[in-house]
């Protein structure tokens, strides 16, 4: 598996379980798998919700604030790679 790091976690949102986190290179979409990695944080989640200003989005591009539902918690920091199969 290949991992390019495609963004970092701006802040988390416990209740609704949402990261918010800003694309710094790369593509996001629904359906990737991303791994967040951090101090405390490791685990890989597929993208299944996605928002940017409170619009669903299906795609998410370099400069872009988006907010991700999450499985676990998240910290701020964190790193956040997407998760492709080798060629």
Known sequence: MAEEEVGVIVKFFAK???????VKAGSI???DTLHFKGHTT?????VTS???????VDEAK???LVGL?????????????KVSEES
Do not use: H
């Not at 609704?16 to 800003?22: K, Q, T």
């Not at 490791?42 to 597929?46: A, E, G, H, I, N």
């Not at 996605?50 to 669903?56: A, L, Q, S």
């Not at 539902?69 to 790679?81: A, E, G, L, T």
């Open 69 to 81: 539902k999450v499985s676990q918690r998240v910290r701020p920091n964190d790193k956040v790679y």
């Open 50 to 56: 996605m928002e940017i200003d409170n619009r669903p």
């Open 42 to 46: 490791d685990f890989t989640q597929t």
């Open 62 to 64: 370099p400069g872009d």
């Open 29 to 31: 979409k629904k359906g």
């Open 16 to 22: 609704p379980s949402v990261a918010a986190l800003e």
